[in-house]
């Protein structure tokens, strides 16, 4: 059983036995990168696990903006709400890189939750996480200026996706400037300022989809 799929909820609550009947009959997808796994609107009965690559989750306004709202990696879940609550995706799920998923069917999971209680807990807890971060990004966009809203998008990047060097943090996030706006909820140029700021200070090197986090006390305090 690979270490990653052990580390999502649906896999984390079972023991060796039980995790590897489940990962027997999940369906295995390979996706390339932009091409998306679902769409906004789309009828969903679906949970995805991410098995490598990365994922971002995004929606789209009536005038053809776009918000970023999630950037998934390898152990994480998406579309855990059509689960319990068929009906239309959210989100559009697009790979933001090469990416296979692992897919459980509303059908699928019926069987694991009606004889296993410990699964429904270990799902109930991932969609409470999920809440909570909705609701700290609604409320970074109320309280926090763009600059504290842009380190901590760095910083959570950081956590998932960073991996220590000797100068620093390095995180590899995939994506383009703009998404990155998208994600913070500001125009790319307001972040673009907030990022060039942080590198005057020595706290950050910006290179392509990628940014080395120099000072991560610093940059930590600003997210604050």
Known sequence: ??????????FAALDAEGAAALRASLV????????ELFTEGQPGDRLYVILDGKLKLGQSSADGRESLMLVLGPGEMCGELSLFDPGPRRATATALTDATVLGLSHEQLGPWLAGRPEVASALLQALARRLRRTNEAMADLVFS???GRVAKALMDLGE????ITPEGLMV???????ELAQLVGASRETVNKALADF?????IRLES??????DVERLGRRAR
């Open 1 to 10: 059983m690979d270490d990653v799929l052990m580390q999502a909820p649906l």
């Open 28 to 35: 295995e997808i390979h996706i390339t990168k932009g091409e």
């Open 145 to 147: 200026d763009v600059p």
């Open 160 to 163: 998932k996706f960073g991996q």
């Open 172 to 178: 590899t996030h995939d994506m383009t400037q703009e």
């Open 199 to 203: 590198a005057q200070r020595g706290w």
């Open 209 to 214: 989809r990628q940014v080395m986090i120099l």
